[in-house]
């Protein structure tokens, strides 16, 4: 008897076990699906071995991923494909659509090159995008077994792929990216008909002429978002999208750039390489602006290697204002949040801050980052009048003029400086955003310098504009000694 009601108990614990750990199964399948959905095409399908209710939900997913770099030993079967043959993931991708019963709305692929070679890709995206006529997103992305150096355009770039794509076969898109591919001649026929339906399109590692990219981008006048990577071929880029309320620029190298975008909210500018004076920036609606460069150690490479000069936050500063008379509009009052890298020892681009910073009504969230500089680099820089300009007073008081700004006034709220080294331009500039902004919040200082305690205590006792306050020093090394001063309850420090 006891025997029996250990028994029971235990297919009572069990029972009870089951039913707490399976209250997934519990939820609408509806929401399941679209769990389902976010999942690559392998993983969905295992879903149906975790209760016999998820069995068919995979077939329903909006999304399916077909991933060939996650299949079994992909270093191998590449290999031993011939070209006219078909593959294993050719025959993943049937067995699926032979089974799928949904309605999809996204899709992605990402392949090996053979998989154009044997003619398979252009199969599948041509039945997909034939077949599900709700399809509005699509993902296309060439893998290589064997990683390239990065970034890409030096001298051991990534490679590219041919894919010819078909007259019109991106018509019903809402969002497009391609990964690794060279786009030919006849590519911007495929996007005939996009016109104002495309509003997302994602081009990294790409390899294309002036002619294509710039036919691509004429003949998708509704873009929203649009990014622009690593890629190559081109010299002269040209957007006039109207619409457009996103751009990304990285790792390019181009002769000239002109940006006609209205309407532009954010704009992200990374390691771009571009004569300064070739930078043509309109628009009036910008909120975001986010400029970043490349390590020390790779600028040179890139400087070396290309004899393009890398655009720096200063340039596009003094090139798209008036403050040297090349543009008369100001594309920065309107921006909300800015996010640079800036050295603030060199009194040339602290100049150009300081007048853009005059030209922003409306600035609430400011980020600098203070670039390493290594050792031979400062000698140079040292010599170097084009950066430092002689002043009619010590470059001691530069921030400490009576120079009050809008934004200083009426509108920041947080500032954070990265890389603070604690030398006197860092110190000055920051002393003088403690001193006049009058509703700022929160000042950030992130450093990697043990020896900054002192600049940290001075700056923490300063007088305060703003009765909100706080100061926070962070650290990003472990081996930086900690700082323990601290004042009044309004402003902290941690490390």
């Given at each position: 008897?006891?025997?029996?009601?250990?028994?029971?108990?235990?297919?009572?614990?069990?029972?009870?076990?089951?039913?707490?750990?399976?209250?997934?199964?519990?939820?609408?399948?509806?929401?399941?699906?679209?769990?389902?959905?976010?999942?690559?095409?392998?993983?969905?399908?295992?879903?149906?071995?975790?209760?016999?209710?998820?069995?068919?939900?995979?077939?329903?997913?909006?999304?399916?991923?077909?991933?060939?770099?996650?299949?079994?030993?992909?270093?191998?079967?590449?290999?031993?494909?011939?070209?006219?043959?078909?593959?294993?993931?050719?025959?993943?991708?049937?067995?699926?659509?032979?089974?799928?019963?949904?309605?999809?709305?996204?899709?992605?692929?990402?392949?090996?090159?053979?998989?154009?070679?044997?003619?398979?890709?252009?199969?599948w995206v041509d039945f997909v995008l034939n077949k599900f006529k709700k399809i509005n997103s699509l993902r296309l992305e060439c893998e290589y077994l064997v990683p390239e150096p990065k970034p890409p355009f030096f001298s051991m770039g990534s490679k590219t792929v041919k894919f010819?794509?078909?007259?019109?076969?991106?018509?019903?898109?809402?969002?497009?990216?391609?990964?690794?591919?060279?786009?030919?001649?006849?590519?911007?026929?495929?996007?005939?008909?996009?016109?104002?339906?495309?509003?997302?399109?994602?081009?990294?590692?790409?390899?294309?002429?002036?002619?294509?990219?710039?036919?691509?981008?004429?003949?998708?006048?509704?873009?929203?978002?649009?990014?622009?990577?690593?890629?190559?071929?081109?010299?002269?880029?040209?957007?006039?999208?109207?619409?457009?309320?996103?751009?990304?620029?990285?790792?390019?190298?181009?002769?000239?750039?002109?940006?006609?975008?209205?309407?532009?909210?954010?704009?992200?500018?990374?390691?771009?390489?571009?004569?300064?004076?070739?930078?043509?920036?309109?628009?009036?609606?910008?909120?975001?602006?986010?400029?970043?460069?490349?390590?020390?150690?790779?600028?040179?490479?890139?400087?070396?290697?290309?004899?393009?000069?890398?655009?720096?936050?200063?340039?596009?500063?003094?090139?798209?204002?008036?403050?040297?008379?090349?543009?008369?509009?100001?594309?920065?009052?309107?921006?909300?949040?800015?996010?640079?890298?800036?050295?603030?020892?060199?009194?040339?681009?602290?100049?150009?801050?300081?007048?853009?910073?005059?030209?922003?009504?409306?600035?609430?969230?400011?980020?600098?980052?203070?670039?390493?500089?290594?050792?031979?680099?400062?000698?140079?820089?040292?010599?170097?009048?084009?950066?430092?300009?002689?002043?009619?007073?010590?470059?001691?008081?530069?921030?400490?003029?009576?120079?009050?700004?809008?934004?200083?006034?009426?509108?920041?709220?947080?500032?954070?400086?990265?890389?603070?080294?604690?030398?006197?331009?860092?110190?000055?500039?920051?002393?003088?955003?403690?001193?006049?902004?009058?509703?700022?919040?929160?000042?950030?200082?992130?450093?990697?310098?043990?020896?900054?305690?002192?600049?940290?205590?001075?700056?923490?006792?300063?007088?305060?504009?703003?009765?909100?306050?706080?100061?926070?020093?962070?650290?990003?090394?472990?081996?930086?000694?900690?700082?323990?001063?601290?004042?009044?309850?309004?402003?902290?420090?941690?490390?």
């Amino acid at each position: 008897m006891a025997s029996e009601t250990k028994i029971m108990r235990k297919e009572e614990d069990e029972t009870t076990l089951h039913a707490s750990s399976d209250r997934l199964s519990d939820l609408p399948n509806e929401l399941l699906t679209m769990v389902i959905s976010s999942l690559s095409v392998a993983e969905a399908v295992r879903t149906s071995t975790l209760a016999k209710s998820w069995q068919e939900l995979w077939r329903h997913a909006e999304h399916l991923e077909f991933d060939e770099t996650t299949m079994s030993r992909p270093s191998i079967l590449p290999a031993k494909r011939q070209i006219g043959t078909g593959s294993l993931y050719g025959t993943v991708i049937s067995m699926v659509f032979n089974s799928y019963v949904g309605d999809l709305t996204s899709v992605s692929f990402k392949h090996f090159p053979r998989s154009i070679a044997v003619g398979e890709l252009d199969f599948w995206v041509d039945f997909v995008l034939n077949k599900f006529k709700k399809i509005n997103s699509l993902r296309l992305e060439c893998e290589y077994l064997v990683p390239e150096p990065k970034p890409p355009f030096f001298s051991m770039g990534s490679k590219t792929v041919k894919f010819n794509f078909r007259p019109m076969n991106f018509l019903n898109l809402n969002s497009l990216e391609l990964t690794n591919y060279t786009m030919t001649m006849s590519t911007p026929e495929a996007f005939n008909g996009c016109g104002w339906k495309l509003k997302i399109l994602k081009l990294k590692n790409m390899r294309m002429s002036d002619d294509v990219i710039n036919g691509v981008l004429g003949k998708c006048l509704g873009l929203e978002n649009l990014s622009i990577v690593e890629s190559k071929g081109f010299k002269t880029l040209e957007i006039n999208n109207p619409w457009l309320k996103f751009l990304e620029l990285g790792w390019l190298i181009v002769n000239e750039v002109d940006l006609n975008v209205e309407r532009l909210e954010t704009l992200v500018v990374d390691s771009l390489m571009c004569p300064p004076k070739s930078l043509k920036i309109y628009t009036v609606n910008m909120r975001i602006f986010h400029v970043s460069c490349n390590s020390i150690a790779q600028r040179m490479h890139i400087r070396r290697s290309n004899g393009q000069p890398l655009l720096k936050t200063q340039d596009i500063f003094e090139y798209c204002s008036d403050l040297l008379g090349y543009n008369s509009f100001n594309i920065f009052q309107n921006i909300l949040i800015a996010s640079i890298d800036l050295d603030l020892n060199n009194i040339r681009e602290s100049m150009a801050l300081s007048y853009i910073l005059r030209l922003s009504l409306c600035l609430e969230t400011l980020e600098i980052t203070i670039p390493p500089v290594e050792e031979d680099e400062c000698s140079a820089d040292a010599n170097n009048s084009y950066d430092n300009i002689c002043l009619s007073f010590p470059t001691s008081l530069f921030w400490e003029r009576n120079n009050l700004y809008n934004c200083m006034n009426h509108t920041l709220k947080f500032a954070t400086i990265k890389g603070f080294t604690g030398k006197e331009q860092e110190v000055k500039f920051i002393e003088h955003v403690i001193k006049n902004a009058t509703i700022i919040r929160k000042i950030t200082i992130i450093s990697d310098s043990a020896t900054i305690a002192k600049e940290a205590e001075a700056l923490l006792i300063l007088p305060k504009n703003s009765i909100y306050l706080s100061i926070v020093f962070k650290s990003e090394s472990n081996d930086v000694a900690q700082l323990t001063s601290q004042v009044n309850n309004k402003m902290s420090f941690s490390y």
